[in-house]
């Protein structure tokens, strides 16, 4: 089978032959149809001290079932995180971590769908929005950020803002339906609002931090980092809470599922709709990042092996 490597940080990728990999107990082995590519998984190319295997959301048909798999057998349609080398023809999914797609969802909208919907709707629990509260998105142009404005809208939310890098992500994200679109480069964000998910961190901390009101909650979920002085959340009475959907999928498994089943209905019922940024071939996989690190991306990146 084809799958894409690289050898030193940075790069580059390339496409390797090896052999179909076997699954191991309580395993799945997926024939991969779709794969979201994330700026987590970016960064890592980037930044990890050394190689790490490509993974990251899998959509696609189980071939093979390991001892002790209970939930799935050869023929189903899944999607689900792989830990192992997911950018590939075929790859392994562990059973925990794997979810049925409905028979009327085609691969490319259950990865555009699953796993960052999964996220947003985990940042806006972990943010306690309550009906009518107002809410500020940073990357709100992003695979994540694109669905946690319908979500937030669809959670009831009084105002939704959505905050982006340039002009071009601004016209997409209004017609998501926000209220209000900022740049990060705005000397304000206007209105202080209740919530904010941010999913870039770094030096947008500040005046993401500095866009809540007096007792505002903001949720971090990015690979970012950053740094939050003590007094910026004591003045304002001020929360920040760290999340990441790993430990609810490995810990809370129930939630996991109730969280996807609210996404697949919200689906049917129009209230939510992925965007797909770009569709590539597993060759084109250098193309796929750079639409990220290039801040071009208007929704989901998938490769297509």
């Not at 990865?111 to 996220?119: D, F, I, N, Y």
Request: proline share 6%; with cysteine; charged share 20%.
């Amino acid at each position: 089978m084809r799958r894409v490597r690289y050898e030193s940080a940075g790069g580059p990728l390339f496409l390797e032959e090896v052999p179909v990999p076997e699954p191991g107990p309580g395993e799945l082995l997926v024939r991969c149809e779709a794969v979201g590519v994330t700026l987590p998984m970016v960064r890592k190319v980037t930044e990890a001290a050394e190689p790490v295997p490509l993974g990251g959301e899998i959509a696609g048909v189980v071939v093979a079932a390991g001892a002790g798999v209970a939930r799935f057998r050869a023929g189903d349609r899944v999607t689900g995180l792989c830990f192992g080398y997911g950018y590939a023809e075929f790859a392994v999914l562990h059973e925990a971590m794997t979810s049925p797609v409905p028979d009327d969802a085609d691969p490319v909208t259950a990865v555009a769908l699953v796993r960052s919907g999964l996220v947003a709707l985990g940042a806006l629990e972990a943010a306690r929005l309550a009906p009518g509260e107002s809410v500020l998105v940073t990357a709100a142009a992003s695979g994540v950020g694109h669905l946690a404005v319908q979500l937030a809208r669809a959670r009831g939310a009084g105002r939704v803002v959505g905050a982006v890098s340039g002009p071009g992500k601004a016209d997409f994200v209004r017609s998501l339906g926000v209220d209000a679109c900022v740049r990060y480069d705005d000397d304000g964000w206007g209105e202080p609002v209740d919530c904010v998910l941010d999913a870039v961190g770094g030096d947008l901390l500040t005046p993401a931090l500095a866009a809540l009101a007096p007792h505002g909650r903001l949720v971090a979920y990015s690979s970012g980092g950053g740094t939050v002085r003590a007094y910026d959340l004591l003045v304002g009475a001020k929360s920040v809470i760290g999340f990441q959907m790993a430990l609810i999928a490995r810990g809370r498994p129930e939630l996991y599922e109730q969280w996807r089943q609210e996404l697949w209905r919200l689906l049917a019922e129009g209230a939510v709709k992925p965007a797909v940024h770009g569709e590539f071939a597993l060759e084109d996989a250098a193309a796929a990042h750079e639409a990220i690190t290039g801040r071009a991306n208007l929704g989901k990146v998938v490769l297509r092996p």
